[in-house]
T-cell receptor, first 114, second 112 residues
């Protein structure tokens, strides 16, 4: 079974620039998550999709972050404009049906904002 | 790859010994708990889960214990091996919110 695919693996941008991350979940997984992991901390949920609908985006900084999952499969997470404190690893995960089932994580995208 | 969690609590054990990693969770209404293992440069990997109607669950070389009275979760790893070196996170599902919340994590290092 193919895992969760994310790209790019690494990205370095200057503050105030924009950046986008892409995620392809495991085939058939209805639930998709984006997490932000700052160095030294546990992952923090940014947004959760069920198919192409948003279940939870309460911790997404909506003034600069946006995410979409138009066809209920792939997803993109965008930051515009980026700030220094956005430097983190952005993890995508997917599960068959919600948080009470095992979530599989991708390798993440490491973002450095300079 | 770059290490995840440079300032995490650390547990050092001798190879072959048993490891016990502890976690205090925040919400008494949480009904589902997961332990994840995260190696350097990789995403978290599922180890074992437990639901709130259970006190103990065993897997291959791992056991999770849940004490709901004191909101405490532990992960026991038997006969610790070098490949067990990683950061371990507990995560809880906030019942009703359907949101998985991760703890800070513990770095496990293995001494030869």
């Amino acid at each position: 079974e193919a895992g969760v695919a994310q790209s790019p693996r690494y990205k370095i941008i200057e503050k105030r620039q924009s950046v986008a991350f892409w995620c392809n979940p495991i085939s058939g997984h209805a639930t998709l998550y984006w997490y932000q992991q700052i160095l030294g901390q546990g992952p923090k949920l940014l947004i959760q999709f069920q198919n192409n609908g948003v279940v939870d985006d309460s911790q997404l900084p909506k003034d600069r972050f946006s995410a979409e999952r138009l066809k209920g499969v792939d997803s993109t997470l965008k930051i515009q404009p980026a700030k220094l404190e956005d430097s983190a690893v952005y993890l995508c995960a997917s599960s068959l049906a919600g948080v009470n089932t095992e979530a599989f994580f991708g390798q993440g995208t490491r973002l450095t904002v300079v | 790859g770059e290490s995840v969690g440079l300032h995490l609590p650390t547990l050092s054990v001798q190879e072959g010994d048993n490891s016990i990693i502890n976690c205090a969770y925040s919400n008494s209404a949480s009904d589902y708990f997961i332990w994840y293992k995260q190696e350097s440069g990789k995403g978290p990997q599922f180890i074992i889960d437990i639901r709130s109607n259970m006190d103990k669950r065993q897997g291959q070389r791992v056991t999770v214990l849940l004490n709901k009275t004191v909101k405490h979760l532990s992960l026991q790893i038997a006969a610790t091996q070098p490949g067990d070196s990683a950061v371990y996170f507990c995560a809880e599902n906030l019942q009703g919110a359907q949101k998985l919340v991760f703890g800070q994590g513990t770095r496990l290092t293995i001494n030869p």
